[in-house]
């Protein structure tokens, strides 16, 4: 209605043939505005649109910024959108990438996708990211984390009757029921990847040929869980949000996380404990709106943007010490155990050997 009045004031003053200096000031006035108003950057996402939309609001509403989100579907999430970046590599759309994951993003940032930046936060940190969750040339960095866990039905069995590790899922009841994620996409796909860094390619693809053999594959991670729920399969590979997201609901679903065992040797994919999947953030080479760019990329980074995916169901674990025991205060999902020691880097780089094998073990 404000712009209504104003353009019927204006234009009593131009019928009147009076007023005109005040009508140029008023236009300048409202270009002005006009031009805050329409200030906008592009995001590319595969974090889940409950844990990402209420993020965004809050920007939006703090920043006066318009966020156009671009998401994909939960069967294909990161590396959909991957091929889409690189697709449009050579005249970019995309401002920054968020991703609910490490490994598509360290793909992008090896490929010269991602172009180096220092967010304003990182003084959170004393000046210096924490290695195991950014890249060292700066070119992302990681917050918020979930963890790949087995779950199980609750009312078939107890969290001492779970195996906690590959090599204890290889060595399982084979009347147990696995259900699994499709690998060739999402975070299963990053767990197998991790796992050929872990351990070795020869490890990870014998354990693959026989746990294809008994494996029923779903369509994403919450699939796995629901699944569970509905006495389909007993256990299964999931992340810890798609479980919490199940506990919500009132299923009889819980998780156990990957044990860390020594005796073994380390090509016995015995447990290294849990892969922990950070969210990561980075800057499109060539962002359309730099500026804004830098902002958006900072604010998904901010102590504030981790309290608030700590608090939707996604439950995700700050990567900031204090704020993560802060929480875990009043709600314990919010603590995890140390993890497995990844450079996600490396597991970038062993991505095509995992793909090959993962092709072999669940041919499509």
């Known amino acids: 209605m404000r ?6 004031k204006l234009s009593a003053a131009a019928a009147t043939g009076a007023g005109v200096t005040a009508m140029f000031a008023a236009c300048g006035k409202r270009e002005s505005m006009t ?60 401002d920054v990438w968020w991703s609910g994951e490490a490994l598509g993003t360290a793909s992008l940032a090896a490929t010269g996708m991602l172009a180096p930046f220092t967010p304003t936060c990182i003084n959170d940190f004393g000046g210096s990211w924490p290695a195991h969750v950014s890249d060292r040339d700066g070119r992302w960095y990681g917050v918020a984390t979930r963890a790949r866990v087995t779950a199980f ?21 084979p009347s147990l029921r696995i259900g699994i994620a499709r690998p060739q996409f999402g975070t299963t796909r990053s767990h197998i990847a991790a796992l050929v860094t872990l351990h070795s390619q020869e490890a990870t693809a014998t354990w693959l040929d026989a746990m294809g053999k008994r494996m029923r594959v779903y369509e ?42 020594t005796s073994s040797e380390p090509t016995s994919l015995a447990g290294n404990g849990p892969v922990i999947m950070p969210c990561t953030v980075g800057i499109i080479a060539g962002a359309p709106h730099a500026d804004e760019a830098l902002a958006l990329a900072s604010f998904l980074l901010s102590a504030q943007a981790e309290r608030l995916m700590s608090q939707t169901e996604s439950r995700n674990v700050p ?20 993890g497995a020691a990844l450079d996600w880097n490396e597991v970038a780089a062993a991505a095509p050997v995992a793909d090959k094998l993962i092709a072999h073990a669940f041919p499509l």
């Open 3 to 8: 712009n209504r009045r104003e353009f019927l």
């Open 35 to 94: 031009k805050a108003v329409t200030r906008e950057v592009t995001l590319y996402t595969s974090v889940d649109a409950y844990v990402a939309q209420p993020v965004i609001a809050v920007y939006e509403k703090q920043s006066g910024v318009k966020v156009t989100l671009v998401t994909d579907t939960e069967a294909t999430k990161t590396l959909g959108l991957v091929q889409r970046l690189n697709a449009e590599r050579e005249r970019p759309r995309c």
């Open 153 to 173: 039905n609750t009312r078939k069995l107890t969290s001492q009757g779970v195996p906690a590790s590959p090599l204890a899922l290889l060595q399982s009841d």
């Open 220 to 261: 994403g991670n919450s699939a796995v869980v629901q699944a569970l729920a509905n006495a389909e399969i007993d256990i299964g590979w999931t992340d810890t949000d798609d479980v919490w997201a199940g506990q919500a609901n009132g299923w009889p679903v819980d998780c156990v996380f990957d044990v860390v065992d």
């Open 319 to 338: 990567v900031r010490p204090a704020l993560a025991e802060e929480l875990a205060a009043s709600d314990p999902r919010l603590r995890f155990a140390g």
